[in-house]
């Protein structure tokens, strides 16, 4: 599954963005997938994670529930993040990850087997 990612910008504290995350092959045939994202020193962090299947069940990091919102198009196999009310704390480079397996919560770095190159964000004050 080859993941590309858009929609990286650099904004003002309190402004929005819209990540997308295309998928060359079809995601709807993963589990899950999700969003997660690394600031310069510190280590990948989960972000946001849906189940492709079932209820669409999702899952989000404390740092960002209520201001981020994750969501997929399945006709286009797109994931989509919301992201609201963005704080210089929310820079970092995103990615978007597919196929969990397993390995540990749906935020949990290691547990999905294909990732995107990354797409940046940069909120400043």
């Known amino acids: 599954v080859q993941l590309v990612e858009s929609g990286g910008d650099s904004v003002q504290a309190g402004g929005s963005l819209r990540l997308s995350c295309a998928a060359a092959d079809d995601t709807n045939s993963s589990n899950c997938v999700g969003w997660f994202r690394q600031a310069p020193g510190k280590e990948r962090e989960g972000v946001a994670a849906i189940d492709s299947d079932g209820d669409g069940k999702t899952s989000y990091a404390a740092s960002v529930k209520g201001r981020f919102t994750i969501s997929k198009d399945n006709a286009k196999s797109i994931l989509y993040l919301q992201m609201n009310s963005l704080t210089p704390e929310d820079t970092a480079m995103y990615y978007c990850?597919?196929?969990?397996?397993?390995?540990?919560?749906?935020?949990?770095?290691?547990?999905?087997?294909?990732w995107g190159q990354g797409t940046q964000v940069t909120v400043s004050s």
């Open positions: 990850a597919a196929a969990y397996n397993g390995k540990g919560s749906r935020l949990a770095d290691g547990a999905y087997e294909y």
